[in-house]
């Protein structure tokens, strides 16, 4: 079913267009790629904060609060530049393992900072200025660490062809 | 330059391993991460955004073991780098424009920019500086990522 989505995809004419864009492919990978570094290291200095490794004079709410916005921004860039690139070639990432463990990781990422939020961040209050935070904001913070590093890791081999299955 | 990039290239190291090139690419890339994470925190701090009501100093102190360590993990694995490929590095027009601009930012970083680190708030002319920072080191790292790209 979703190899259907995919060939649908891949047969539009825009798709087609973005895929024969000789000189478009190097300078869009290049436009994600950099824009999801910045994210990522801006995502990394929030992890080690929660981790007590750095910015421990700072509130976390603080490092949280006033990083956000360019995190989200930087990953608006970063997801559009990166949706593009699928759409020109859905078939090509269709057989990368690379592509769907960095997939896979994403969403891991995602549901680790949402599970943060929802849980050991309520009592943010009682630990705010704290440098060394509690063990779950500690483990939160680990984790987001090595899940994007994982996604920076995959997204980069993403481009060689181990592992690729022609389809 | 051509003959010691030929010498380089005599070498053969990491020749026939295209893993070995890609685990130092990797590598060079994560270092990258939190290098520009850190200049990203201070940048934004000077142009008063960011973490904008921390004392900048504090900023700057508490992002500079991340900068030294990130950067001395790009020297290192930059370095690797061209001399596992060093044909593709001297016949590249990126990667000369990238040492030359990283000269430019490297001084601006360690030099200009570290002069931040002595005031709780950024004189006026430090704010540009910040916003330089930022461009600078992107489109260093867009030429780095080119070099692979354009041949």
Same mark, same amino acid.
């Given at each position: 079913?979703?190899?259907?989505?995919?060939?649908?995809?891949?047969?539009?004419?825009?798709?087609?267009?973005?895929?024969?864009?000789?000189?478009?492919?190097?300078?869009?990978?290049?436009?994600?790629?950099?824009?999801?570094?910045?994210?990522?290291?801006?995502?990394?200095?929030?992890?080690?904060?929660?981790?007590?490794?750095?910015?421990?004079?700072?509130?976390?709410?603080?490092?949280?609060?006033?990083?956000?916005?360019?995190?989200?921004?930087?990953?608006?860039?970063?997801?559009?530049?990166?949706?593009?690139?699928?759409?020109?070639?859905?078939?090509?990432?269709?057989?990368?393992?690379?592509?769907?463990?960095?997939?896979?990781?994403?969403?891991?990422?995602?549901?680790?900072?949402?599970?943060?939020?929802?849980?050991?961040?309520?009592?943010?209050?009682?630990?705010?200025?704290?440098?060394?935070?509690?063990?779950?904001?500690?483990?939160?913070?680990?984790?987001?660490?090595?899940?994007?590093?994982?996604?920076?890791?995959?997204?980069?081999?993403?481009?060689?062809?181990?592992?690729?299955?022609?389809? | 330059?051509? *003959?010691?990039?030929?010498?380089?290239?005599?070498?053969? +190291?990491?020749? %026939? /391993?295209?893993?070995? $090139? &890609?685990?130092?690419?990797?590598?060079?890339?994560?270092?990258?991460?939190?290098?520009?994470?850190?200049?990203?925190?201070?940048?934004?701090?000077?142009?008063?955004?960011?973490?904008?009501?921390?004392?900048?100093?504090?900023?700057?102190?508490?992002?500079? *073991?991340?900068?030294?360590?990130?950067?001395?993990?790009? +020297?290192?694995? %930059? /370095?690797?780098?061209? $001399? &596992?490929?060093?044909?593709?590095?001297?016949?590249?027009?990126?990667?000369?424009?990238?040492?030359?601009?990283?000269?430019?930012?490297?001084?601006?970083?360690?030099?200009?920019?570290?002069?931040?680190?002595?005031?709780?708030?950024?004189?006026?002319?430090?704010?540009?500086?910040?916003?330089?920072?930022?461009?600078?080191?992107?489109?260093?790292?867009?030429?780095?990522?080119?070099?692979?790209?354009?041949?």
């Amino acid at each position: 079913m979703i190899r259907s989505w995919f060939d649908w995809v891949d047969a539009m004419p825009s798709s087609i267009a973005i895929r024969e864009a000789v000189y478009g492919y190097p300078y869009l990978l290049t436009a994600h790629a950099v824009s999801m570094a910045l994210f990522a290291g801006l995502i990394i200095m929030m992890d080690l904060r929660l981790l007590g490794w750095a910015f421990k004079r700072t509130p976390l709410t603080q490092v949280q609060k006033q990083l956000f916005p360019w995190q989200m921004f930087l990953m608006a860039v970063s997801s559009l530049t990166g949706a593009v690139l699928f759409y020109g070639q859905p078939l090509r990432y269709y057989g990368k393992v690379f592509f769907w463990t960095k997939m896979a990781l994403m969403l891991f990422a995602g549901l680790n900072a949402l599970y943060f939020h929802f849980t050991t961040y309520k009592t943010v209050a009682a630990w705010d200025t704290s440098d060394q935070p509690p063990t779950g904001a500690k483990l939160a913070g680990a984790l987001s660490l090595v899940l994007w590093a994982g996604v920076v890791i995959f997204g980069r081999i993403t481009a060689y062809n181990w592992m690729t299955f022609s389809n | 330059m051509l *003959p010691f990039f030929q010498w380089l290239e005599s070498l053969k +190291f990491g020749a %026939g /391993s295209e893993y070995t $090139v &890609a685990s130092i690419n990797v590598t060079h890339l994560l270092c990258l991460v939190v290098f520009i994470g850190a200049v990203l925190v201070v940048d934004l701090r000077l142009l008063g955004t960011g973490m904008r009501r921390q004392p900048l100093s504090d900023v700057v102190r508490s992002a500079q *073991p991340w900068l030294l360590g990130g950067f001395a993990g790009m +020297f290192v694995t %930059g /370095s690797l780098q061209v $001399v &596992a490929t060093p044909m593709k590095a001297y016949f590249s027009d990126q990667f000369w424009l990238k040492m030359e601009l990283l000269i430019v930012a490297i001084i601006l970083t360690f030099f200009v920019r570290s002069f931040a680190a002595q005031r709780d708030e950024a004189p006026g002319w430090l704010k540009p500086v910040g916003l330089v920072s930022i461009l600078l080191w992107s489109f260093i790292a867009v030429q780095g990522r080119l070099i692979g790209l354009l041949q």
